[in-house]
């Protein structure tokens, strides 16, 4: 579809920890193709609509006004947008969103709603809206005993301006 021209599905589920919007791995067609393969799985244990074709694409992206979790900048940011966060959470008697789906933490409503708040905020204060947020995901289990090296890290990009996607570059079919 996405090759015949068709625009991009956005995610906006509500434990997409880089927020809403749609996702790249950095460099990393590899992980993109292993966690094609794990979705397909997982929704058809979900009873959910199946997955019968799944692709890795490759794309040229500027990432723009990018909200850089790999920076100090970004990470105190992510910090600031958290305490407005639970302060607002307070407020209003919501319940603070966690983060849950074991060690990895797969389900990241907490990292979601962070970010999301945070945009949210921006838009508020009249502050130009990111572009992309790019982060480090941690996951999978150590290379060796005591590693900090972890087998399925790995850098997202989660584009909000999609304009900022310029080409493709490949397509692979995982079968």
Not at 149 to 160: A, E, L, P, S
């Amino acid at each position: 579809m996405l090759l015949a021209g068709a625009s991009f599905n956005a995610s906006a589920n509500d434990w997409d920890w880089l927020g809403h919007g749609t996702y790249f791995w950095e460099s990393n067609p590899a992980r993109g193709l292993e966690f094609a393969t794990q979705l397909q799985r997982w929704r058809k244990v979900q009873d959910m609509t199946p997955i019968n074709e799944t692709y890795v694409i490759g794309a040229v992206i500027e990432l723009g006004y990018c909200l850089d979790l790999l920076t100090s900048d970004g990470v105190h940011t992510v910090a600031l947008a958290h305490r407005d966060f639970v302060a607002d959470c307070e407020e209003t008697n919501t319940q603070l969103p966690l983060n849950s789906g074991g060690r990895d933490s797969l389900f990241r409503r907490l990292d979601c709603a962070v970010i999301n708040h945070l945009h949210s905020a921006w838009k508020r204060l009249n502050l130009q809206p990111f572009d992309s947020v790019r982060g480090v995901f941690i996951e999978g289990e150590p290379l060796y005993p005591t590693a900090g090296f972890y087998h399925k890290t790995h850098i997202q990009i989660c584009v909000r301006n999609t304009s900022l996607i310029s080409e493709f570059l490949e397509c692979q079919t995982i079968k």
